[in-house]
């Protein structure tokens, strides 16, 4: 029996020009490198220009992604585009993609998700696929959480870092198991119960305003460990996989600690942790195809290996999903 896959035909990424090290923080908030680095694993991010948007940034990931990809942009049916942090409150982000890319059919959204944004994102691509109703989909993660940070506020604006990924998605066929090419599975969850923990003090139809993000930092790590590797088991479990199986992780890529702790909890080998927060730091919705991009482009990630993707952020949402390249 075949059946509809959704095959990644290319990645691509963009990330700004101004690097933002943690010297450069020790001189606004009472920091040090030494405590970034030790706590979270990150030595500088990147900051989006003055003026520069969450959709610059989208656009050129995703004119690299159609490049890698061979296709023209009047080939994709559907954007899905993971971002917290659009260009204004409406239209969505993905229709200032579409039509800067020259796409002028088909039909662009934006997924509000946080840091799990690209998962869910990539799930709804794959579904759109595996149903008919698109052939080809362009998925972009991109952010510019310096908009949302406050400057002021040491636990918080370390952290993160701006940037966009994207990759292209196209039909194909499989036989149903777990070495065909293509999404093999996503899992997707959330906890509205969690929202005090992690989330942004504005927004339209409460105060007018954008807001800041606010985060009790020790509270979620106590939740992202368990709750990633959950989502994990679930994905290895539906696909009758072990760890063993994993050529490449690609989490989301919040804090090293996280990371580590994860690997060892499922038993990953640390040789196979896609790991970019040293540089990036959190990019939200964009850390997972920008981490994706750099290990395809550096030659990591070939054809018919196995990748998973995990993530967790805001609402709580998290999520995982597995692909064979
Ligand atoms: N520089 C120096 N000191 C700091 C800083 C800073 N930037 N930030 C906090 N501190 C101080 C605190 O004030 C506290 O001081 P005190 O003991 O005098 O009160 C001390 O450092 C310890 O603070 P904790 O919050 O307990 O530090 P912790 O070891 O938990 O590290 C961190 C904080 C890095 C935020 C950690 O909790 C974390 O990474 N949590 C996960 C958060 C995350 O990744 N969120 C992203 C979104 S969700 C996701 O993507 C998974």
Redesign the pocket.
């Known amino acids: 029996m075949t059946i509809r896959r959704s095959i990644v035909a290319g990645t691509g990424a963009y990330l700004p020009e101004k690097i933002v090290t943690n010297a450069d923080l020790a001189r606004i ?4 490198d030494e ?2 680095v030790e ?2 694993g990150i030595s500088e991010r990147r900051m989006a220009a003055d003026g520069e948007t969450t959709s610059d940034l989208a656009v050129k990931a995703s004119e690299a992604a159609l490049a890698a990809a061979g296709i023209a942009a009047s080939e994709i049916d559907l954007i899905v585009m993971a971002t917290t942090t659009p260009d204004d409150t409406f239209p969505a982000a993905a229709t200032h993609v579409q039509r800067r890319l020259g796409m002028t059919r088909g039909a662009a959204f934006d997924v509000q998700a946080v ?1 799990s944004g690209f998962i869910y994102a990539l799930n709804i691509a794959d579904n759109f696929i595996k149903v008919g109703q698109a052939e080809t989909v362009l998925v972009v993660g991109a952010e510019t959480m310096s908009r949302l940070l406050d400057w002021t506020d ?2 918080t604006c ?2 993160f870092g701006d940037g966009a990924g994207a990759l292209v998605l196209r039909a194909g066929q499989g036989q149903g198991t777990a070495q065909d090419r293509g999404v093999l599975s996503s899992h997707l969850y959330s906890d509205g119960r969690l929202r005090n923990l ?1 989330y942004v003090d504005g927004g339209p139809s409460t105060t007018q305003t954008t807001g800041h993000l606010r ?1 009790e ?2 509270e ?2 106590k939740h ?1 460990v368990t709750n990633i590797s959950g989502a994990i088991m679930a994905a290895l479990e539906a696909n009758h996989l072990t760890a063993a199986d994993i050529d490449w992780f690609v989490p ?1 890529q ?2 090293k ?2 990371l580590d702790a994860t690997a060892r909890k499922i038993g990953l080998a640390p040789e196979k942790v896609v790991m970019t927060v040293a540089r990036h730091g ?1 990019t939200s919705a964009a850390s997972i195809p920008l981490a994706l991009h750099e290990a395809v482009a550096d030659g990591r990630v070939k054809q018919n290996d196995l990748v998973l993707l995990e ?4 609402g709580f949402t998290w999520g995982s999903s597995l692909i064979r390249w």
Do not use: E, P
């Not at 908030?29 to 040090?32: A, E, L």
């Not at 993530?311 to 805001?314: I, L, N, P, S, V």
């Open positions: 908030v009472d920091t040090s405590w970034i706590r979270t840091c040491r636990t370390v952290l992690l985060m930092g020790r979620v790590f992202a989301h919040a804090n600690r996280i959190n993530a967790m952020g805001g």
